[in-house]
Nanobody
Framework: QVQLVESGGGLVQPGGSLQLSCSTS????????MGWYRQAPGKQRELVAS???????NYADSVKGRFTISRDNAKTTVYLQMNRLKPEDTALYYC????????????WGQGTQVTVSS
């Protein structure tokens, strides 16, 4: 059974930093495009950052310059380094693994809560 397990969330003050990790199992990790999404209460889930199997990254405008996504294929893990956190970054953060062209397969983790508050 495919598993994506997020960790690293928590409560942090504005301006602080957190690193999220998403450990995966039972997928050929190096072939998957990986992404971090977030969903705040009352809002739709949105893409935060993604990294292709080839290492090309993409960021939401709201996090550019503050967040960095990276992957370690040997550890089958994707990371999200979040710096200069703002209260509006508060959300449940989900890890996503995606593969396929015409037929896309998606896997999701259960999410890790990030709360930015003083």
């Amino acid at each position: 059974q495919v598993q994506l397990v997020e960790s690293g969330g928590g409560l942090v003050q504005p301006g602080g930093s957190l690193q999220l990790s998403c450990s995966t199992s039972r997928i050929t990790f190096s072939l998957y495009h990986m992404g971090w999404y977030r969903q705040a209460p009352g809002k739709q889930r949105e893409l935060v950052a993604s990294i292709t199997s080839g290492g090309v990254t993409n960021y939401a405008d709201s996090v550019k310059g503050r967040f960095t996504i990276s992957r370690d294929n040997a550890k089958t893990t994707v990371y999200l380094q979040m710096n200069r956190l703002k209260p509006e970054d508060t959300a449940l953060y989900y890890c996503n693994a995606k593969i396929g062209g015409t037929r896309v397969t998606n896997y999701w983790g259960q999410g890790t809560q990030v709360t930015v508050s003083s």
